[in-house]
């Protein structure tokens, strides 16, 4: 099991840029996949990025892709989701997860979770 803790969160206006962080406790974390998913009020949670352990491999959702960037920095055991061109539908909480084998879209497939982030972005 690793516990995650979010950070980065804030309120931005349209066309601005936030970057998220999803610090991990364990020092195995280079073995996990780390996706970051969202849930925006009185929706489900959708699938947002997602990296593997070494970072050459990559998933994003069409909604985000040219815009939002994942990364992690294994020595630091710590995870990265870089907005920009941030717009309003992107308001939600952002929580970062974690799962052993390959990345995924699929949420059902991550064992640990973060309590998530608040983004809010202003029109």
């Known amino acids: 099991q690793v516990q995650l803790v979010e950070s980065g969160g804030g309120l931005v206006q349209a066309g601005g840029s936030l970057r998220l962080s999803c610090a991990a406790s364990r020092r195995t974390f280079s073995s996990y996949a780390m996706g970051w998913f969202r849930q925006a009020p009185g929706k489900e949670r959708e699938f947002v990025a997602a990296i593997n352990w070494s970072g050459g491999t990559t998933l994003y959702a069409d909604s985000v892709k040219g815009r939002f960037t994942i990364s992690r920095d294994n020595a630091k055991t710590t995870v990265y989701l870089q907005m920009t061109s941030l717009k309003p539908e992107d308001t939600a909480v952002y929580y970062c997860?974690?799962?052993?084998?390959?990345?995924?879209?699929?949420?059902?497939?991550?064992?640990?979770w973060g309590q998530g982030t608040q983004v809010t972005v202003s029109s």
């Open positions: 997860a974690a799962r052993v084998g390959i990345p995924s879209s699929k949420s059902p497939l991550y064992g640990d």
